[in-house]
Each structure stands twice: as structure tokens, then as C-alpha cells.
Nanobody, 123 residues
Framework: QVQLVESGGGLVQPGGSLRLSCAASGGTLDDYAISWLRQAPGKEREGVSCISSSDGRTYYADSVKGRFTISRDNAKNTVYLQMNSLKPEDTAVYYC????????????????WGQGTQVTVSS
């Protein structure tokens, strides 16, 4: 059974950067699209970004376009989320997840989740 583990969260000032990692153990991520989602206190969980497995296509929520970059290194079995120009409204617990399918598809339930990593943007 593949397990996902996020890392890289922390406290950063507005305008700063963080890079989140989503590492897999117990299996490979090669065949799966991987998504990043986040949930802020008192708010619903929202999709942030997704990268497909087959062609590496990437998708971003409007709120993070131009600031966040998703990438994957299949050799390291890891997906990254580079977050630049961070804003206080980016504060949330960030999760990586997969529907165990090769493409990024809206509305398909995620089958595997990481435990989440806290990102706090504050001065």
C-alpha cells in the first residue's frame, strides 16, 4: 500500500517562499496524478494544484497561479509544490493526495492522502 508523506511546511513571512514535498513509500507514484489541496481554519478544503503522470500536465487554482509551481521527480518518487510570493491567505494545512489515476480529474474521489503539513504565512 502506497503511503504519502508531506514535508516542508513552516512559518514564513509574507512574500516568502516554501517548497513542500510529497514522498511516497511502499510503492511508486509514477502512474498517478498527484494533487495538492489545502484547508484553512473554518474553511472548506480546496484544490491547489495537480500534476498528471502521463504527460506532466499541470493545473492550478486561480488563487495560486503564477505563484505556485508543481513538479514531480519520479526517480525520487516525490512531488513538489514550490510556493513563492506567499500571502497570509495561503495559511492552511496542505495535503497531497491521489485518486490513483494517471490524469487530473475533477470530482474523482481521492483514495490516498498524506497527513498534511502546516503552512503559516505571517509577519
Amino acid at each position: 500500500q502506497v503511503q504519502l508523506v508531506e514535508s516542508g511546511g513552516g512559518l514564513v513571512q509574507p512574500g516568502g517562499s516554501l517548497r513542500l514535498s510529497c514522498a511516497a513509500s511502499g510503492g511508486t507514484l509514477d502512474d498517478y496524478a498527484i494533487s495538492w489541496l489545502r484547508q484553512a481554519p473554518g474553511k472548506e478544503r480546496e484544490g491547489v494544484s495537480c500534476i498528471s503522470s502521463s504527460d506532466g500536465r499541470t493545473y492550478y487554482a486561480d488563487s495560486v497561479k503564477g505563484r505556485f509551481t508543481i513538479s514531480r521527480d519520479n526517480a525520487k518518487n516525490t512531488v513538489y509544490l514550490q510556493m513563492n510570493s506567499l500571502k497570509p491567505e495561503d495559511t492552511a494545512v496542505y495535503y497531497c493526495a491521489t485518486a490513483t489515476r494517471p490524469g487530473c480529474s475533477a470530482g474523482v474521489p481521492f483514495r490516498l492522502w498524506g497527513q498534511g503539513t502546516q503552512v503559516t504565512v505571517s509577519s
